[in-house]
Every structure is written in C-alpha cells, then in structure tokens.
C-alpha cells in the first residue's frame, strides 16, 4: 500500500534538453503577455517624412552674404534697366527733335519762296485790297438805296387808270442817320416817306386806292390826306373839264431797298 502510495506521488517535472524544465499547461498559459498596440511615431521638427534629413552645417554670414550678392544682383539689374529705358528715350527724343527740326527748316523754305512770289505780285494784291474796300464802301453807301423810279412807275401802275402824279415828295433814309419812326402805337417801322400828289377826273376811292398800294414792295401804309377840287389845264386853251387833286402819304420798310450793292451769296 505504501509503495502504491509513492508511485501515485506526482512527479517533478523533467528537466528539458537544455536543462530548462517544461512548465505545466497553467504556467506556461499565464507566462503568455498579451501583444501591445503599436503607436504612431512622433513628427520631429524640421524632419519631412519620407525624405533624407540633412543638416546645414555652414554659417549664418554664409547666408547673410548670399543673400546680400543676390540683392546686389538684382539692383544691378534694375540699375541697368532703368539706364537702358533712358538711353531709348533719350535717342527717341533725339530723333523726334531732329525730325521737327527738319519740319520747321522746309516750312521756312517754303514761307520764303512765297513771300517772294508776294513780293513779286505786291502790287496786284494792293489793287485787289482797294477793290475791296471800295465794294465794301459801296454795299455800305448802298445799303439804304431804294430804286425809286421803279417804286414810282409801279405806284403809278396801281393807281386807277386816269389818275395822274403831279407832285413828289421823298422823305429816307441814309447810311449815317437812321429814319424817324412814328410814335403812334400800331404803325410798323418804315425807311422812307413818299408824300405823292396826284390828278383824279373822278372822285378818288379811299378803300379802293389803298387796297392797290398793298401790292407795293415794302408798303407798311398809306393814307390819303387832302382832296380837293381843281381845274386841268390842256395843252390849248383853259378850263376843259374840273378834276380831283389828292394828296397820298405812303411809307415803306427795308424790303423797298434794290439791294444792288450787296453781296450776293454763292
């Protein structure tokens, strides 16, 4: 019974191949550390992933003159920039000015040979100045003239056949003094006052002779003042028949003036 015992007694473990004893089923399972995560790596500054890391080892002048050779570089550049911008300005202007002196040099040749033409017809241009000024003179002098042999001959034509001019009085305008202008209210202006004495066989027709004169170039009235009764005289012996004796006041505007002297428009 007791040797029975013993062989039931557990036995140790048995050393390993290399003197390391196995462990039992419960060692070996709690001896098992559960695996851990693995963490992301830290960004170091100045490091970009992927790349090669250097170091720069030079010194700070060395950058500082770097730099300064490269800013004396570029204002060496601009210098010489604004220097090549002058020099073309400069030559533009050069040619510009030699050009206007060419300009001005050929419009004095030309404005010397036309004052020796001038010279050479000097006298013609005189007579071409008097002619003007004598035109001129003219269409001034002129400007109140008013054909008056035709402004009679047409009265004379308006009036009633019969009727005779025996007296004229013509009362205008003149160049350097205007004409008087009536004070009574309702009468137009007027140039020139024709004061018409005329011989009728019949008693005159005030309506009827005022209506004729409207037809008159430049009428602005008429009036008949005075009419009377007289005797004609013949070629022969006296008293043939009585007749009326008128006496007509006619004035006219500036559109009676014959405008002979004016300029005419092309």
């Known amino acids: 019974m007791t040797g029975t015992a013993q062989s039931t007694t557990a036995e140790p473990a048995r050393a390993g ?3 390391i004893g196995r462990r039992s089923g419960s060692s070996a399972t709690s001896d098992v550390k559960p695996q851990q995560k693995s963490r992301p790596a830290k960004k170091v500054p100045g490091v970009t992933p992927g790349r090669e890391p250097r170091v720069d080892l030079l010194p700070v002048e060395v950058h ?11 204002m060496w550049f601009g210098a010489g920039l604004v220097a090549a911008l002058v020099v073309l300005g400069t030559a533009a202007a050069t040619i510009q000015s030699m050009g206007a002196r060419s300009d001005l040099a050929a419009a004095q040749a030309e404005t010397a040979s036309i004052q020796q033409q001038q010279q050479q017809y000097g006298e013609v241009r005189r007579v071409e100045q008097d002619t003007a000024l004598a035109r001129a003179g003219q269409q001034v002098g002129g400007s109140t003239e008013i054909d008056w042999q035709s ?3 047409t009265v004379q034509q308006l009036l009633p056949q019969g009727v005779v001019i025996t007296a004229l009085n013509i009362e205008s305008s003149s160049p350097m003094q205007s004409f008087d202008q009536s004070t009574a209210p309702l009468q137009g202006p007027r140039v020139a006052t024709l004061n018409v004495t005329v011989s009728s066989p019949s ?3 005030v309506p009827d002779w005022t209506e004729r004169l409207t037809n008159l170039t430049g009428y602005v009235d ?8 007289g005797s ?7 008293a043939a028949t009585g007749t009326y004796q008128a006496s007509i006041t006619l004035h006219v505007d500036s559109e009676a003036y014959d405008g002979k002297y004016a300029e005419k428009s092309k």
């Open 203 to 205: 008693i005159p027709s």
């Open 64 to 74: 500082l003159d770097r730099r300064g050779r490269a800013i004396a570089r570029r």
């Open 222 to 229: 008429s009036n008949i003042d005075t009419i009377t009764r």
């Open 151 to 153: 402004t009679l001959s």
């Open 17 to 19: 191949i290399f003197g």
């Open 232 to 238: 004609a005289t013949g070629d022969g012996a006296a």
